[in-house]
């Protein structure tokens, strides 16, 4: 994928449970619903817990969370609709998102602390995750996270790809369509829930884009600002990635996280 707007979509598709993956998955049924879940390594002081970004199930972190389940456990699912997990049965706005996952991570007996790991819209319900709650985390890593600003921001400028043409979106699975028409709640929802604790925040941004300069220039000035809201907080631009880091710089992102553990 080689934008973060557009194509995320048929980017998610095509990485998204193809090949075999190193960390093998299961089904769990939670509160009548299946769930599909990853889980690999033990001990450590914190749970390293990753959430994909719209269109994909779990399996684009395995390389990331293969290497990082050396050194401490981790949790990947995929969430409603996607992988093997069950069709979408409720609201996609983002907070409930989190709450499903925190819901999911306590049925499973994973306690806090948590270092949360998020690509693109997972960066957004990661960073609602850690702003809400921010006494149950150990540090956040965000994965070319889509801004919750950064549609109204990139319309109003009139730049190029700003979002999902509607002609577009309508031809994808319903979890897509709700996940993408309720993401701009994230802004005033990410608002309520105030700023970002003492933790470590890193923000890992893309540089290939195949949408303008001027496009690029937004994403990273907002991922900038992001990181800025943080105490410790530090944008990482990852030359020569594409919108799907994990997938291009798996080692960068899995030494990211690493830096962050308590």
Not at 89 to 113: C, D
Not at 207 to 224: F, I, K
Not at 228 to 234: C, Y
């Amino acid at each position: 994928m080689t934008n973060p707007s557009l194509p995320i979509v048929v980017g998610a598709a095509l990485l998204a449970g193809c090949g075999t993956t190193t960390i093998p998955s299961r089904i769990d049924t939670v509160n009548v619903q299946q769930v599909e879940v990853a889980t690999a390594g033990t001990g450590g002081t914190a749970t390293v817990v990753f959430e994909s970004g719209l269109g994909a199930d779990w399996t684009p972190w395995d390389q990331v969370a293969s290497e990082v389940s050396r050194e401490t456990r981790i949790f990947a699912y995929s969430r409603q609709g996607y992988g093997a997990s069950g069709p979408l049965t409720t609201s996609r706005n983002p907070k409930q998102v989190v709450a499903e996952l925190r819901s999911l991570l306590a049925y499973e007996g994973y306690a806090p602390p948590y270092v949360l790991v998020g690509h693109s819209n997972g960066g957004g319900y990661m960073e609602l995750f850690a702003k809400a709650h921010p006494d149950e985390v150990a540090g956040v890593v965000l994965v070319d996270p889509r801004h919750s600003d950064f549609l109204s921001e990139c319309e109003a400028a009139e730049l190029d790809l700003c979002g999902i043409p509607e002609s577009t979106l309508r031809d994808q699975a319903p979890v897509v369509i709700a996940e993408y028409r309720a993401y701009p709640m994230m802004s005033d929802e990410a608002r309520v829930a105030g700023s970002f604790g003492s933790y470590p925040v890193r923000v890992l941004t893309s540089t290939v884009d195949g949408g303008s300069a001027s496009r690029q220039a937004l994403w990273e000035s907002l991922h900038a600002s992001l990181a800025a809201e943080a105490p410790d907080g530090q944008q990482i631009l990852v030359e020569g990635a594409t919108h799907y880091i994990q997938v291009d710089r798996p080692h960068v992102v899995a030494q990211t996280i690493l830096s962050v553990l308590p």
